[in-house]
């Protein structure tokens, strides 16, 4: 899968390759697989050298009766006893970051479907709107997380809970807020401070009031409006998403699926075929306009017409050459001109829609 992505990025070029958001999914999932990989290599490396050194140095066969360097008595350890940035314990997260995203790749094919190709469609559409969304969230969310943890930092070890007494355990307590999961007595001390009690009752129940209240129902809107807006025109959306799956496996490209990309297949034989020759037709017409300031020179007059014929005949071959290099890329052109065209002509029926929408609303009122 990395050979292919690799390919990938050399037949398309880097600009290209990161237009496309499955193409980014696809490096992130395989970075991450990597980095999981290259971890657990690293622990594994480690653990060998500890053997060794016991297998070296020790001769009972119990190591508790033994003492062994730090570094060599870190292995001997439970799971309970390892460092947070253990590299078994680094891999195993990335592993399940990874298995996450690689299933999410499912995604990809789902156009395919009469059924599940709309909905695919909303999806993204519904990931766009939490991208907008998430501007106010995060604004908001960040002014009442710092401004609890200003209230509450002096008090560690004077509350009912560790609620807003760090800057971790304030974004862990507003973030589980959302969905119900925190208690109102994260906000109550043990003293007496009335004050500062009511203070962060107050705050507390402001940003229940604006997350949950105002902020999760306008992206519940705004999800059912681009809902609806793929609702009216279903067919269409489908059928378009499902014409530009098509199209990504009509590309010039991989042939075979991994693992079996990494045998080398007839096309690439052809390829390379193509390639050698090209060298070779340089090659020659290098030689040619060697022979050409020969002629110049007066050195090879005889042979003038015959060098010339050859050096046109060349030009002809290696223009043929890379033409047939260029099929593909004047295809994809081609492709997405029609592409663009179609989405130019659908936003201004929508814009003449809505601006006739308009009108007709001003002459009701009007009248």
């Given at each position: ?58 001769q009972d066969d119990d190591l508790n009766n033994v003492t062994l360097p730090p570094e060599v008595a870190y292995f001997t350890y439970a799971r309970n006893k390892w460092l947070p940035s253990d590299p078994q314990i680094i891999s195993e997260g990335l592993y399940a970051i990874a298995v996450v995203l690689s299933f999410s790749r499912i995604a ?57 007494t760090t800057v971790e355990e304030s974004f862990k307590t507003l973030f589980w807020s959302i969905f119900g999961l925190s208690e109102v007595i994260s906000v109550v001390l043990k003293y007496d401070h009335k004050f500062i009690e009511n203070i962060g009752y107050v705050l507390y129940g402001v940003y229940n009031v604006t997350m949950v209240v ?154």
């Open positions: 899968m990395i050979w292919s992505e690799c390919k990938e990025i050399w037949e398309e070029g880097p600009r290209e390759y990161v237009v496309h958001l499955w193409n980014l999914l696809d490096f992130g999932m395989l970075s991450i697989f990597v980095a999981s990989f290259t971890a657990r290599f690293m622990a594994f490396l480690k653990a060998t050298e500890a053997q060794q050194y016991v297998d070296q140095y020790v990809y094919i789902l156009p395919a479907n009469e059924s599940f190709g709309p909905l695919q469609i909303s999806l993204g559409r519904t990931v766009k709107d939490i991208f907008k969304f998430m501007v106010i969230f995060i604004m908001v969310f960040l002014a009442f997380m710092i401004g609890m943890f200003n209230l509450y930092s002096y008090y560690l070890g004077a509350k009912y809970n560790p609620a807003f105002v902020l999760l129902n306008m992206l519940i809107a705004m999800i059912n409006n681009s809902y609806q807006e793929i609702e009216e025109d279903a067919d269409v959306e489908w059928k378009f998403a499902r014409a530009k799956l098509w199209l990504s496996y009509f590309d010039e490209g991989r042939t075979l699926p991994a693992p079996f990309n990494l045998v080398p297949s007839p096309k690439s034989f052809y390829y390379l075929i193509l390639r050698i020759k090209m060298c070779l037709i340089k090659l020659c017409k290098s030689k040619a306009k060697n022979c050409e300031n020969d002629l110049e020179m007066g050195m090879l007059n005889s042979k003038q017409r015959k060098v010339r014929f050859q050096s046109s005949s060349l030009h002809t071959e290696n223009f043929s050459v890379k033409n047939a290099y260029n099929k593909p890329t004047r295809y994809q052109k081609i492709m997405k001109r029609l592409i663009k065209r179609y989405v130019l002509k659908a936003q201004v029926d929508r814009e003449n829609d809505e601006v006739n929408e308009g009108k007709w609303i001003f002459i009701i009122a009007a009248n």
